[in-house]
């Protein structure tokens, strides 16, 4: 792109700095220095698409399971279903079109480029909010919120309920860039975050995300960053010391829990026993994933096998059960890590998190501003109120929605989009 005018140079400073960049056209992003902000168009060529479908075409399959179930892993029948509709139903350019229909920004953030999606409310009361994913999920997983996030008026909601969104790609994952050395934990990534909304201009915002999501608003909670007032999350860290000891023990439930907190103790007790063996690796041995950069089927079953409730929901979705996910979000988030190529750089997150020695992935972190906590009944585990009060002693909201689980915002958009409304309500007179 050529050298802007110094007009131009001028309007563009000011909408940095006025924090309306989501607004202007296209032409007027480009470089203006250190903290530039550069526009960005999503477009694979036809040969990848090409060598993605005869990859698939050409897999090579294990024998069928020797259980009726999912205990041994994904099921061969789910991957073939998956396998003849990436082959031959999937198109790619349908979600490839929707993605560059919001505005796409990369900037470079300490030593990394660090792409977003920054889409502004046409009402200027809004409320900015930061939406980080997690992994197995990628910027997709919040194309279905922007809408009713940034124009409530039109999707139910009235003025008072618009956000601004930004939703950036971690690092290592989608079209951010691929860290060459340790070091991008998600501390770093709660102050890469931070920089990010000061550079978009936001002096007051709040934060959100679940998964890995849900680790970096806390940190960004925690490191408090002039402008944060608050945080939601869908994937609450709020297990208590005694819970946690129990469940490395594996033994019974301690005595004197509510029914909320037994249910929360069985699926944590689950998922520790038999939903980590992907954590397990990548926290310890991510490069040695190969299999997943040269296989799309090898990617996909590594994606599905995140936690057993999403697990079933996806394999009912490929049975042609209509709820949450649908076969063609699935492969929409799958076919971007194998475009990318980031099925290793994403793992890495996991190797650079396991050596901060730091405490469990769900244990308190002491925060001390405003937290609202949605618990979606098919999550992981689904934080019981009594330890969400005990983790958040500035907790605004508490709500247990009736249907959703770990990819809420994507599975349940209604709901998510009514719980962030809900969430924040109260912190809108601070901005």
Same mark, same amino acid.
Do not use: C
């Given at each position: 792109m050529s050298e802007l005018s110094a007009t131009r140079r001028d309007i563009l400073s000011a909408a940095v700095a006025g924090g309306v960049l989501g607004l202007l056209p296209a032409k007027l992003h480009a470089a203006t220095g250190g903290h530039t902000i550069r526009p960005f168009t999503i477009n694979f060529p036809d040969s990848d698409l090409a060598d993605l479908r005869r990859r698939v075409s050409a897999t #090579?399959?294990?024998?069928?399971?020797? %259980?009726?179930?999912?205990?041994?892993?994904?099921?061969? +029948?789910?991957m073939k279903k998956l396998a003849r509709h990436w082959e031959a139903g999937y198109d790619w350019r349908k979600i490839e079109t929707r993605l560059n229909a919001v505005p796409n920004f990369i900037t470079e953030i300490d030593g990394l480029d660090i792409h977003?999606? $920054? %889409? #502004?409310?046409? $009402?200027?009361?809004?409320l900015p909010v930061i939406i980080t994913h997690g992994w197995p999920g990628s910027i997709i997983e919040q194309l279905k919120v922007i809408g009713p996030l940034t124009d409530p008026t039109a999707h139910g909601g009235t003025e008072a309920d618009a956000f601004h969104v930004v939703i950036?790609?971690?690092?290592? /994952?989608?079209?951010? !860039?691929k860290p060459t050395r340790p070091g991008w934990n998600p501390i770093r990534i709660a102050k890469a975050w931070a920089t990010l909304m000061h550079r978009l201009g936001y002096t007051? /915002? %709040?934060?959100? !995300?679940g998964d890995w999501g849900n680790a970096?608003?806390?940190? &960004?909670?925690?490191?408090q960053p002039p402008g944060l007032i608050g945080i939601h999350t869908n994937m609450a860290a709020t297990v208590p010391a005694d819970i946690a000891k129990a469940l490395s023990a594996g033994g019974a439930a301690p005595a004197g829990l509510s029914a909320d907190e037994e249910r929360a103790y069985t699926q944590l007790g689950d998922f520790y026993t038999n939903g980590l063996g992907y954590a397990i690796e990548m926290n310890n041995r991510p490069q040695t994933l190969y299999a997943l950069v040269d296989s799309p089927i090898g990617l996909a079953a590594w994606m599905l096998d995140h936690d057993i409730r999403s /697990?079933? &929901?996806i394999a009912r979705s490929f049975d042609g059960k209509k709820e949450g996910l649908t076969p063609d979000d699935v492969l929409d988030n799958v076919s971007l890590y194998w475009l990318t190529n980031t099925a290793i750089s994403s793992a890495r997150l996991y190797w650079d998190t396991a050596r901060l020695h730091g405490g469990g992935f769900f244990d308190p972190r002491g925060l001390k501003i405003p937290v609202a906590v949605s618990a979606f009944p098919d999550e992981i585990y689904q +934080?019981?109120?009594s330890w969400a009060e005990k983790a /958040?002693?500035?907790l605004i909201h508490y709500n247990r929605p009736p249907k959703g689980g770990h990819f809420a915002a994507w599975e349940q958009p209604a709901l998510f989009t009514a719980e962030l409304r809900a969430s924040f309500k109260s912190l809108r007179g601070r901005i």
């Amino acid at each position: 792109m050529s050298e802007l005018s110094a007009t131009r140079r001028d309007i563009l400073s000011a909408a940095v700095a006025g924090g309306v960049l989501g607004l202007l056209p296209a032409k007027l992003h480009a470089a203006t220095g250190g903290h530039t902000i550069r526009p960005f168009t999503i477009n694979f060529p036809d040969s990848d698409l090409a060598d993605l479908r005869r990859r698939v075409s050409a897999t #090579r399959w294990p024998d069928k399971e020797q %259980v009726p179930d999912a205990t041994q892993g994904v099921q061969l +029948a789910t991957m073939k279903k998956l396998a003849r509709h990436w082959e031959a139903g999937y198109d790619w350019r349908k979600i490839e079109t929707r993605l560059n229909a919001v505005p796409n920004f990369i900037t470079e953030i300490d030593g990394l480029d660090i792409h977003f999606i $920054h %889409v #502004r409310s046409k $009402h200027e009361n809004a409320l900015p909010v930061i939406i980080t994913h997690g992994w197995p999920g990628s910027i997709i997983e919040q194309l279905k919120v922007i809408g009713p996030l940034t124009d409530p008026t039109a999707h139910g909601g009235t003025e008072a309920d618009a956000f601004h969104v930004v939703i950036p790609s971690l690092p290592g /994952y989608g079209f951010s !860039g691929k860290p060459t050395r340790p070091g991008w934990n998600p501390i770093r990534i709660a102050k890469a975050w931070a920089t990010l909304m000061h550079r978009l201009g936001y002096t007051k /915002y %709040v934060a959100q !995300g679940g998964d890995w999501g849900n680790a970096i608003s806390e940190l &960004m909670a925690l490191q408090q960053p002039p402008g944060l007032i608050g945080i939601h999350t869908n994937m609450a860290a709020t297990v208590p010391a005694d819970i946690a000891k129990a469940l490395s023990a594996g033994g019974a439930a301690p005595a004197g829990l509510s029914a909320d907190e037994e249910r929360a103790y069985t699926q944590l007790g689950d998922f520790y026993t038999n939903g980590l063996g992907y954590a397990i690796e990548m926290n310890n041995r991510p490069q040695t994933l190969y299999a997943l950069v040269d296989s799309p089927i090898g990617l996909a079953a590594w994606m599905l096998d995140h936690d057993i409730r999403s /697990y079933q &929901m996806i394999a009912r979705s490929f049975d042609g059960k209509k709820e949450g996910l649908t076969p063609d979000d699935v492969l929409d988030n799958v076919s971007l890590y194998w475009l990318t190529n980031t099925a290793i750089s994403s793992a890495r997150l996991y190797w650079d998190t396991a050596r901060l020695h730091g405490g469990g992935f769900f244990d308190p972190r002491g925060l001390k501003i405003p937290v609202a906590v949605s618990a979606f009944p098919d999550e992981i585990y689904q +934080a019981p109120q009594s330890w969400a009060e005990k983790a /958040y002693p500035k907790l605004i909201h508490y709500n247990r929605p009736p249907k959703g689980g770990h990819f809420a915002a994507w599975e349940q958009p209604a709901l998510f989009t009514a719980e962030l409304r809900a969430s924040f309500k109260s912190l809108r007179g601070r901005i």
